[in-house]
């Protein structure tokens, strides 16, 4: 059977505003490419661009140089491995922080 893929966000998944963010999906070994989807099925990057570092999972990296507000919202992975696809990931939420700064507003 074909274990769920997972997914996170480096540095995490709240981004100040024109910062960059990696998000990373891991799967078994032997995937040949990772696809990173949006809320709908249709929006995605995929990557053939594999690592297998780890001798018991494999891993693809995706970078936004600078995110924006559009970018804020649901993510998941989902691999190919032959021959067929995964299941998708759970989701990860991406929160992007303006640049104004909500932490210092405290109202007693």
Not at 53 to 81: H, L, M, Q, W
Not at 83 to 103: A, N
């Amino acid at each position: 059977d074909m274990p769920r893929p997972s997914i996170s966000a480096e540095p995490g998944t709240v981004i100040p505003l024109g910062s960059h963010v990696t998000f990373v999906c891991r799967g078994p070994v032997g995937v040949q490419r990772f696809r990173l989807e949006r809320e709908t099925r249709s929006s995605y990057i995929e990557t053939e661009d594999v690592s297998q570092d780890c001798p018991s999972e494999s891993e693809a990296r995706f970078r936004i140089d600078s995110v924006t507000e559009g970018n804020a919202g649901p993510y998941r992975c989902i691999y190919y491995k032959p021959p067929k696809w995964s299941e998708q990931s759970d989701y990860l939420d991406l929160l992007v922080k303006g640049p104004w700064s909500p932490d210092l507003l405290w109202t007693p």
